[in-house]
């Protein structure tokens, strides 16, 4: 087993602590977490959170649901213009976020990063 | 003369770096040049962390001669049972033998000396004088030429009385590096040179700005100079036996190979990212790591809190950096996005100066108190004078200094032991990417 993958491992075991229903794929390249907590500004209190691990370890990607909205509108920063459209079929849209990406950061760093993200999505 | 074969089974020695008082060698050349014959003299001193440092000189009297001409030496074995235990009573258990020799190498019969010798004094290393010229040696696989540094011990005769010439010979032989050259480490470097230090590198990609100069005595000349240059110039220009290397970089792009030669790294930016990349440095190079840290809180010009910390890491010791610091997502984004992404979350989310790094207050005194407590425990990791304190917190308001307990986190994503990874159940990844519209996991 290499380093990476030990490093998503333990990064999926942290995360599944704080939300056991957290699953992983046998390519250890998907991550869903099922009910993610989402703040008052979106259409529902939970989104499905999917996070696929690039290759080398560089900076996640995120989905969520399709059909999440932000105070009632589409929001930009859910791109459908950015998303695979294997992706957009199966009713995942990409989020848009942009990090300083360190191959140093655990997933764990990454899905705090996630959740300051959402409690700031204004549009 | 049959040429001198080695046993297979012999272990190598391990010394990287002889340290001798250069008033020390001074005697011992005189001694050896005395006469037009061959002549031996002898270090003894201590080993510590691969260091050989000569703290000692014994100089046999001709008397104490069994043999010798101009290209043989021998020592009556009296001479060696009366003087050598003498020094090993002092704890002074290793020995540097020098003697002169018509050629920079040792001849067959020197080195089958020395592989005798090795037998009582495992770190022992053969010196040959010639021509004014010294050639240390250590056994690795066949006589190898072993690195050695000379001091001069004349300005630290205060600290010599303090920590002795083993403690000095360790400061003057240590290489420090110091992550970020800003308020406070540049105090720990003025320092470390002050005090003598064999080598700093220094690492900081910054400029120095006016309002630094409330705090660190830099001439007015060198504001808009990189730090880490400017101070490397200051260093040498005042203490001409300190080396100095500068890297106007980022710590993170500084090869490794530069940190690889330090005996203690200085962590000192008050950047989260440069912090955690020093203490995963450490983890990762098995050095020993300090962390100073100040901050001051004030609100309209008054005062809230003030104080600082100073950690000490020891990887596999002690608890690292991130055993005891939660991250703090909004530094993460204060540090990691550029300007541009900055201004252009700041307009749509109209979260105004929210993502610029605030400019703190600094003041000197602070500066000066965390600096000196990080400074004595760079001397203690060095010296190991005394036993270091992990972690210390200083309260300026209430001129406090408080040693906390820490604790290492087991869970540590940078520390934590090994663990064997637990069963993880898997799925199929189409299975995952099917989930949004599965019926397990309507919203609600």
Known sequence: MGMRTDKILYGFQEIKRAFPDAEISNSYRVILIPRFPLPSQFNKPYTSLLIKINSDYQAPDAYVDRELRVYGQKSNHLSEALTEDYMLERGWVKLCIQVSWSPSFSLVDYMLMLMQYFKELRE | ????????????????????????????????????????????????????????????????????????????????????????????????????????????????????????????????????????????????????????????????????????????????????????????????????????????????????????????????????????????????????????????????????????????????????????????LNKPAVFPAAGIEAIDGKLSAMGGSVQVLIPGQTPCYECITSIDSLDVYRETLDQETKKKLAEKYGLGDMLEIPVAPAIASLNDVIGGIALWEIVKLITGIAPIVEYQVYDALKSQLSQIIIERNQNCPACSPEKPLPEVKTKEEEELLLAVKGEGHEQE
């Open chain 2, 1 to 284: 003369m049959k040429p001198f074969s080695f046993k297979k089974d012999l272990p190598n020695q391990n010394v990287k770096l002889v340290v001798i008082p250069s008033d020390l060698m001074e005697k011992a050349k005189e001694a050896l040049s005395a006469s037009e014959l061959e002549g031996i003299v002898f270090f003894f001193g201590k080993y510590k962390d691969g260091k050989l440092l000569a703290t000692d000189l014994l100089i046999p009297s001709e008397d104490d001669y069994e043999a010798r001409t101009w290209g043989h030496v021998s020592i009556k074995p009296e001479f060696v049972v009366r003087e050598f235990p003498k020094f090993e009573k002092q704890g002074k258990t290793q020995v540097i033998t020098m003697h002169k020799h018509p050629m920079d190498t040792l001849s067959s019969g020197d080195v089958e000396t020395h592989m005798n010798v090795i037998k009582y004094y495992p770190h022992q290393v053969s010196a040959v004088y010639n021509a004014g010229r010294v050639f240390f040696y250590q056994f690795q696989d066949g006589m190898k030429l072993t690195p050695y540094r000379l001091v001069n011990l004349s300005r630290f005769d205060r600290q010599v009385r303090a920590f002795g010439i083993e403690g000095q010979l360790l400061i003057s032989s240590s290489t420090i590096a110091l992550i970020g050259v800003g308020g406070g480490n540049t105090k720990i470097a003025f320092d470390l040179a002050s005090m003598g230090v064999g080598k700093l590198l220094l690492i900081d990609p910054d400029k120095w700005e006016g309002h630094n100069r409330n705090r660190v005595f830099i001439p007015p000349g060198l504001v808009g100079r990189n730090k880490a240059a400017s101070i490397k110039s200051l260093i040498e220009f005042n203490y001409a036996d300190v080396e100095v290397e500068a890297w106007p970089k980022k710590a993170e792009d500084v090869p490794e190979d530069v940190y690889k030669q330090a005996d203690v790294l200085v962590v000192g930016p008050d950047s989260f990212t440069a912090r955690m990349f020093g203490s995963r440095l450490a983890l990762r």
